[in-house]
């Protein structure tokens, strides 16, 4: 667009600019630091716009675009799932409801400890997944063994560093236990870890039980965040 003065304008707009949230009397600092990163975080505005439950939904699209394990046909089954996106993204990639003709149609399950918003094409439950026979009611709704296990799930930030580590190592490492239960020779293990010193036995497991595992860090997972995901490719089966 050329503006009245003969100037080429068309490149106004294009940068949003950037929002600045002011401090608000009994709202701490950090409050306000945090609403100002939601408020200019592109991957919260995409979500809003395409309808995702939060930014967290493009992690695990971002990882599956690298490893491509949500086909046509898979039976996912998503941990902690509350509140929702990374089923939304499976539903689709999957083909849960059908609707590309000539594709498998595949099933995802989503577990949490609370109830969580009816998803179009996700069949939903609430379970503890560290409850004993939980991985029998998991491939009983499954109607058989999984393709993929996948969780995001993360423990109540305690505000010490070293303390949440431990903490989000021990729901991966039963995670990665109730996926060596459920998961179907060939399948996938996906689950969020922080940076630290403690992934040595898990990785350990994985990689006995795994043809190929790895560490990713998806573009939605912020720079400033220690979180990345261990991911499993090729599950070699139960033990004979």
């Not at 401090?23 to 409050?31: D, F």
């Not at 004993?132 to 799930?153: F, N, P």
Request: aromatic share 6%; hydrophobic share 40%; glycine share 12%.
């Amino acid at each position: 667009m050329v503006g009245k003065n003969g100037k080429n304008t068309s490149g106004r707009g294009e940068r949003a600019l950037k929002v600045r949230v002011k401090s608000a009397k009994g709202r701490k600092l950090s409050s306000t630091l945090w609403l100002q990163r939601q408020l200019n975080d592109p991957y919260v505005k995409r979500a809003g716009e395409e309808g995702m439950r939060g930014r967290a939904a493009y992690k695990i699209s971002e990882i599956d675009d690298k490893f491509r394990f949500l086909v046509p046909g898979a039976r996912v089954v998503d941990l902690g799932c509350a509140p929702g996106g990374w089923c939304q993204i499976a539903v689709e990639r999957v083909n849960a409801l059908g609707t590309r003709k000539g594709k498998g149609v595949g099933t995802v399950l989503g577990v949490d400890l609370q109830e969580v918003e009816p998803i179009p094409g996700a069949d939903l439950h609430v379970l503890d997944f560290l409850d004993e026979g939980a991985d029998d009611r998991v491939k009983e709704w499954l109607g058989g063994q999984a393709d993929v296990v996948m969780s995001d799930m993360a423990a109540a930030s305690s505000g010490h560093k070293g303390t949440d580590h431990l903490r989000i190592m021990a729901l991966c490492e039963a995670a990665a236990q109730l996926a060596l239960e459920v998961l179907a020779p060939g399948g996938t293990f996906v689950a969020k870890v922080l940076a630290g010193g403690a992934e040595a036995d898990l990785l350990l497991q994985l990689k006995k039980n795994f043809d190929k595992t790895t560490h990713f860090k998806p573009p939605a997972s912020r720079s400033d965040s220690s979180e990345k995901f261990i991911v499993a490719l090729g599950f070699r089966g139960p033990p004979a």
